[in-house]
């Protein structure tokens, strides 16, 4: 029955995929029209365009596909045996077959996901609602893996030459030779980019100012666990044993960065910081300073810069009247170390997101006195089941790399539909913890239009706290919440209320967040080229992250950030946008530089 079920699914898929590939190769737009639901939704990881993009509605589709389809040739779009097969399930609150299948194109292989859901008035008319078309490599640039692996000859045959270890050391020298990439930023983002590289043979250099692999985040609280589980966090091509803990320890990550650095031999600069450097267009490479740890400074010329630094650029500081008058500690949440100092202190924490939070219960938890101060609304979820429900899908069965594709296939407004809901249910399943907080008058929120945390971070990287814990602490008044606005000023000993009353403190912690990532590029790189790139992370009006796993207008300047889950799977298009421009088939930056200087507008891709 239920392969009877499986086979009928497999044939309407199949085929919608063949009407879909003939019309395409004709170019018949009123047919490729019938294909698609008037409200429907194609995302491209660079198969056919070259771009991460998202069209909406029937007729932006087809245009824009027949306007790539001659170049890409996509062809051989079929069902893949050994994949998830196709299933009906629930998306965005629509009962949907949703498929797995694969296609050629005149780059490389694909692989996509489509959604078909019946027309109004015709359920035998199967239509797509959601259509992901995805790059996986490139032809005659494969992955060096399976049986393209390196086979060693170069240092196990000659008995008497460099063996593998004094490859590696010479290899991540640098000693007479330029990277053609720098990473910057040696977090996940930062590894996840530079081992894709590593496998597609880019030479690449990552550095970070760190002075071990892991420190941003054995550097951080005592008591830190991730917040996804497991199954959600692994890097590319290694994933965690599968005896690791549902929620790995910060320093248990760490270490695990380490191992990652040595098998998927990273080149790997630890104390050494990009402190700046300039893009020389005429020769397509950046010259770039990195002061390393000694205080000496090294040049070197990558032809790219692949920023991989986080939200850790620049801690944001916000003017607090009298913070000059405070005569006790005050420290950046970065800065933040351990909460034993301040054992039998007194301390005032200021802000409520997740740095707040944890470093308010850090200290509470090693015998300080804590105030947290909350400056604006926050989205409060506890930490399970709440934080995991966007996380079901990698529950339901499919192998990591089909809920990758899976999860990259939703269009955004569909993701901010599912996330909605998710926000309502969370809130649902908190009410106790909910109620409570707003009794001792804390100010909840629940996001943009309801959409919550997940659009939170997505936009702003902030604005919410996973409960493990505090929330509960502050229910019960063994923390103390306190309003911004009733702070009138800092004074010598602590925070003086608009009541009078003095809240003592020797220490005030700002979890204030960071400065965005525009700041850090001008900072590094010049206003110019700052305001070439523009807004970097959020959507603005737009439907993808902005600047974010693709060519930017800066030529050879490219970022990577995001979960752990992110990074696995935008690390892959980033990285074969690299390995195109470094084989010559695609060039460094969406806009020519020339019409740039301009001023001409350009946002044509250029593929
Ligand atoms: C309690 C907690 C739990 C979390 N749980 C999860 C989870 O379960 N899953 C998940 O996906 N995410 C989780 N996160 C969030 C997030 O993934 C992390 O904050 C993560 O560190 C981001 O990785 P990244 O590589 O982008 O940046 P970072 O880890 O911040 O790394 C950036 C690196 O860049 C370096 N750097 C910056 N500027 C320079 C420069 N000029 N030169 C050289 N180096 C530089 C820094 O030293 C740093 O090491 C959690 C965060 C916290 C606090």
Redesign the pocket.
Known sequence: MLAKMETALAEAVQDWLARFERALAEGDAPRLNALFHAQSYWRDLLALTWDIRTVCGAEAIVDQLKACAREAAPRGLELVPDRTPPRRVERAGAATIEAIFQFETAKGPGSGVLRLTPAARDAGDLRAWTLLTTLDGINGHEERVGRSRPTGQSYARDFRGPNWLDQRTAAAAYADRDPAVLV????????SIAARLNMLGVDTLV????PRIG???RR??HA??????VH??HLPYMPFPPGWPT??P?DKLAGWLEAYVDSMEINYWPS????GGAYDEAEGRWSVALRRADGTTRGLRPRHVVL??????IPSLPDVPGLDNFAGTVQHSSQYGDGETWRGRSAIVIGTG??GH?IAQDLYSSGAQVTLVQRSPTQIVNIEPSAQLPYALYDEGPSLEDCDLLAASFPLPLARKSHKALTAQARELDRVLLDGLERVGFRLDYGEDGTGWQFKYLTRGGGYY?NVGCSDLIVERKIRLVQYADITELVADGARLGSGETIPADLVVLATGYKGQEQ?VAR?FGDAVAARVGPIWGFGDGLELRNMFVRTAQPGLWF????????RIYSKHLALQIKACEAGMLPSTRHHPARDRTGASGSAPSH
Request: glycine residues 14%; charged residues 15%.
């Open positions: 910057v930023g040696g977090g996940q983002a930062g590894l550095i970070d100012r760190w420190d941003n985040w951080r609280y830190l666990t991730l917040h996804n589980q959600v966090n929620y790995i910060k050494t910081e990009l402190v991989a630094t986080g939200i850790s650029g997740n740095s944890d996973f850090l590094l990577i950030a995001g979960s752990l889950a992110q990074c």
